[in-house]
């Protein structure tokens, strides 16, 4: 199995910055992808933010030019810098990992971790 432990939300005013942080531990041989998504109360959940084993990063239309993500290899983690923050980008956001696990037989799968608040509010 595959752990993820997520920080770094919290209360912000608008206009604000929150850097999110989510490391992977476990059975890893390798991770393909990496990312945020998040879900606002009443809302379906949302990709916010993938980054693929290659670097190649996508972003919801609505953060393009105000979050960036990133990945550190060496440490299984990835990163969600967030700027300008507006009330709307309030949810709670979670980290999604795509990997393959050790072998074999090297079964590959999807994990969530438990998610943090992000609160933009004055």
């Known amino acids: 199995q595959v752990q993820l432990v997520e920080s770094g939300g919290g209360l912000v005013q608008p206009g604000g910055s929150l850097r999110l942080s989510c490391t992977a531990s476990?059975?890893?041989?390798?991770?393909?992808?990496m990312g945020w998504y998040r879900q606002a109360p009443g809302k379906e959940r949302e990709m916010v933010a993938t980054?693929?084993?290659?670097?190649?990063?996508n972003y919801a239309d609505s953060v393009k030019g105000r979050f960036t993500v990133s990945r550190d290899r060496t440490k299984n983690t990835v990163y969600l810098s967030t700027d300008s923050l507006k009330p709307e980008d309030t949810a709670v956001y979670y980290c999604?990992?795509?990997?393959?696990?050790?072998?074999?037989?090297?079964?590959?799968?999807?994990?969530w971790g438990q998610g943090t608040q992000v609160t933009v509010s004055s």
């Open positions: 999604n990992v795509y990997a393959v696990m050790t072998g074999p037989p090297y079964r590959h799968d999807a994990f």
């Open positions: 476990g059975s890893i041989f390798m991770i393909v992808a």
């Open positions: 980054i693929n084993n290659g670097g190649a990063v």
